[in-house]
């Protein structure tokens, strides 16, 4: 079976007042479709470069990629003509991103936002929707991320809205062009973690009942575990383990990953080490 | 034996205000909050965003008086005293809290010139060094030349420097990886051993309270819905808001899972703290304002 997402060997280097880092060395990583799949590392390690390749927003320079490819549904999106490209990133595949403020455009009515998005994409797939037709995908996928309040939400602005919601907003979002792969970066870090476990649930009902592919990448082994069935451990660049989640907890072989999961504490309290 | 910290009915209220800037109101951030700290003991402070972890512990430093209550080390009250020596504090952000433009010694130097250290000082700030486990050529870095856990070390020296008796460690690891959180932890409590402190730990991380604190105290709205020992409070909760956030941990193995209380689900989704006081209180919960 071939995978949705299949980014080979992808090499990254960023060069920055003459000095040339290598941060990613050979990545190579699958998401098959509707599989939930998770990348975790440590601070540095290279997570969110790797995101940014895939969904090109790299800048370039300073970056340069010099070997992999990146496949997408049996394209390589790096020799992908620009406007092929950018047709993909929004439409088949879509980002959430960790931070909802800075993500979110203060003097914006959340249905204002969410519309142009929509007519965006609508554009980039030809398809045809009016007005109402527009509202009304609007009002469903905040529904699909369970506000309450659908109608009212769609009149406010993000201000007015907790951290939690403006989190689901990205979500809804994320979901308006019906992706097939969703990409979330550390989504839910910056709250409560009642708010975070909601987040997340949200995400794994959403990822199931639609059938979408969902790559998570985060820091937080917890995390991991809650959405992923099968997981990418990353350390300075590389890929340094892989596999099914919950083995990969339960039997870690690499040092690295046995020294990353002894460092977390237990809610049991101490683990004999 | 009387307790290292003891705080008494401690209130503390802000004025809340409008989009004009005229007060409409007053929030109770801390609501008539009482607990005691033994000496050499680690009391944990859980709890969400803006339940009043912060407030509490500005109260016991001094950087901000209550309303009511009583404030006590080693049994005397120390409400308007202003700076105390006997607490020291560490905060979440290694890289805010440390001053760009000094070097780690003369961060270091700050409480020993403060509290008018008469012993060799550069001596001196070679030993927190040697404390907190690093070389003592570090007291010529900047903080741009150290890494987030060697802030968070320099951070802790410096709380250090004039022998305090408690230590409140605020969200001390939430900026650091969890490798280098665990040496953090590790090192203060082999420093809590050797020099016998008392700490007051704050952090959203239930895991990470239940292998530091032996006692927990969890904040909601200002005030202590629960307490005990942390073993008791985590594996039998008396409170649904404990429940509730015990369930939300995110957790690695079947074992913490199992641990976990079952909260029921309202509309497919876990509860929000309001939602399941409002449950409790005998109201809808669509119905409060979130
Ligand atoms: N624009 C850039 N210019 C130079 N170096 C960069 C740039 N972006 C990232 N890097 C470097 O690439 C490496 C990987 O960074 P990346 O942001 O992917 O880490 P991450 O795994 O997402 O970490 P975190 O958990 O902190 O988000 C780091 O060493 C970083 O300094
Ligand atoms: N200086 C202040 N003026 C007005 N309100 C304040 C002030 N400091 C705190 N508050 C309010 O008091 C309440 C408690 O805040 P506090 O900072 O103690 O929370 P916290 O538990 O430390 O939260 P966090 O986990 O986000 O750090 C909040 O409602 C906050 O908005
Ligand atoms: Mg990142
Ligand atoms: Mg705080």
Redesign the pocket.
């Known amino acids: 079976m071939t995978a949705l997402l299949s980014v080979q060997g992808l090499s990254v280097s960023f060069s920055t007042y003459g000095r040339t880092a290598e941060v990613l060395k050979g990545v190579s990583l699958d998401v098959p479709q509707g599989a939930q799949v998770a990348l975790v590392g440590e601070s540095g390690s290279g997570k969110s470069v790797t995101m940014k390749a895939i969904m090109g927003l790299l800048p370039q320079p300073p970056a340069r990629i010099h070997a992999g490819k990146i496949m997408f549904d049996g394209r390589d999106l790096l020799t992908l003509p620009e406007r092929e490209r950018v047709a993909l990133r929004g439409t088949a595949m879509s980002m959430v991103f960790q931070d909802p403020m800075s993500s979110l455009n203060p003097v914006w009515t959340i249905e204002d936002q969410l519309t142009t998005i929509l007519k965006y994409a609508d554009r980039r797939l030809g398809r045809d929707r009016d007005r109402r037709g527009r509202r009304a995908r609007v009002i469903e996928v905040l529904s699909q991320v369970r506000m309450r309040d659908p109608e009212r939400v769609a009149q406010s602005f993000p201000i007015m809205l907790s951290g939690g919601m403006r989190q689901r907003v990205l979500i809804a979002m994320a979901l308006l062009s019906e992706p097939r792969l969703l990409i979330a970066d550390e989504p839910g870090t910056a709250l409560d973690v009642t708010t975070q476990a909601q987040i997340l649930k949200l995400l794994r009902d959403l990822v199931e009942a639609q059938g979408l592919a969902l790559l998570m990448i985060t820091h937080n082994l917890g995390v991991v575990r809650e959405t992923s069935n099968y997981v990418y451990v990353m350390n300075k660049g590389e890929i340094v383990e892989e596999g099914p989640t919950a083995g990969l907890f339960a039997e870690p072989r690499q040092q690295y990953t046995r020294d990353l999961i002894a460092a977390v504490p237990r809610l049991t309290g101490r683990v004999a080490l | 034996m009387t307790a290292a910290l003891e705080i008494r009915d401690l209130v503390k209220t ?1 004025p809340v205000r409008n989009a004009f800037g005229r007060v409409s109101g007053a ?1 109770r ?1 801390v609501d008539g909050v009482s607990f005691t700290i033994p000496s050499g003991g680690v009391y944990g402070l859980a ?9 509490i512990a500005r109260m016991i430093m001094g950087l901000t008086e209550p309303d009511e209550g009583d404030i006590l080390i080693d049994g005397v009250s120390v409400l308007g005293q202003g700076e105390r020596a006997k607490v020291q504090m560490v905060f979440q952000n290694p890289g805010a809290s440390l001053n760009p433009r000094r070097t780690v010694g003369q961060s270091i130097k700050v409480p020993l010139v403060a509290h008018t250290y008469q012993g060799d000082r550069k001596g001196r700030i070679g030993d927190l060094l040697d404390m907190v486990q690093l070389p003592r050529h570090f007291a010529d870095r900047y903080p741009h030349e150290l890494s987030g856990g060697q802030k968070q070390r320099v951070a802790i020296a410096r709380a250090l420097a004039v022998s305090p008796r408690l230590l409140v460690l605020d969200e001390p690891t939430s900026a650091l990886d969890v490798s280098v959180q665990a040496k953090v932890i590790d090192l203060l409590e082999e420093l809590g051993r050797q020099l016998g402190l008392t700490y007051l730990f704050i952090s ?1 991380d239930l895991s990470l309270m239940r292998n530091f604190a032996q006692t927990v105290g969890v904040l909601y709205l200002g005030k202590i819905v629960e307490t005990g020992p942390v073993a008791r409070v985590f594996e039998r909760p008396g409170h649904d808001y404990t429940r509730l956030l015990l369930a939300s941990v995110p957790v690695i193995s079947t074992e913490e899972a199992a641990m976990r209380p079952v909260i029921p689900l309202i509309n497919g989704e876990m509860p929000t703290a309001e939602d399941l006081m409002a449950l409790r209180a005998g109201l809808n919960p669509k119905e409060t304002a979130r």
Do not use: L, Q, R
Not at chain 2, 47 to 55: Q, V, W
């Open positions: 802000y929030v951030a709890g969400e965003s803006g339940s009043g972890k912060s407030t959203h």
